[in-house]
């Protein structure tokens, strides 16, 4: 199974994300969405996982939750924007609260990150898909999933540093 991971979309979705995105079975946006528009738009491509951040209006968080917890393939996999865990979202908060997740992925910070904690548990920042900050590419990532064999994953930059 192959994810497309996302967050920070901050109501751009970029033509980049549906080329990466091609051969996703399932998609899992961290927060930050804006619209509601853009769930349907991803949704197109395939089913969405999806919670709302920290920016996100009433209607956005009407609609989703703050945490999401789903199985796929035999991983446990927890999204969260995680702007309740401060400023940087560090790795113990985040395994700290959910200490049986395999796979732990968030937004808010904008920057990517990919972290193997231990054999089988990775967490991932997707960095930001959205309107850029801080000088870093907007990027997704990509987690691909086998029962049995820790996952796979990797960041894909949709921009060049320099370009908006």
């Known amino acids: 199974m192959r994810l ?7 109501g751009l979705l970029r033509p980049e994300v549906f080329e990466v995105f ?7 946006h961290a927060g930050d969405l804006g619209p509601l528009e853009l769930l ?4 197109a491509i395939a089913p ?7 920016t996100d209006d009433m209607e956005v968080r009407a609609r989703l939750p703050r ?13 969260t924007h995680g702007d309740q865990f401060g400023r940087g979202v560090p790795n113990a908060a985040l395994h700290a609260a959910h200490p049986t997740a395999d796979i732990l992925i968030h937004g808010h910070t904008h920057r ?14 997707p960095g930001a898909a959205g309107p850029r900050r ?27 540093a320099d370009e908006d």
């Open 112 to 125: 990517p990150k990919l972290e193997v904690v231990d054999v089988v548990v990775t967490v991932m920042n």
């Open 67 to 79: 945490v999401a917890e789903v199985r796929l393939d035999g991983f446990d996999i927890v999204v």
């Open 40 to 43: 349907t738009e991803l949704e």
């Open 4 to 10: 497309g991971i996302i967050s920070d979309t901050h």
């Open 22 to 28: 091609a051969e996703v079975d399932h998609i899992l």
């Open 134 to 160: 801080f000088d870093i590419p907007a990027s997704v990532g990509i987690i691909e999933l086998e029962p049995g064999i820790p996952p796979r994953a990797r960041l894909v930059p949709l921009t060049p």
């Open 48 to 54: 969405v996982t999806a919670v709302y951040g920290n």
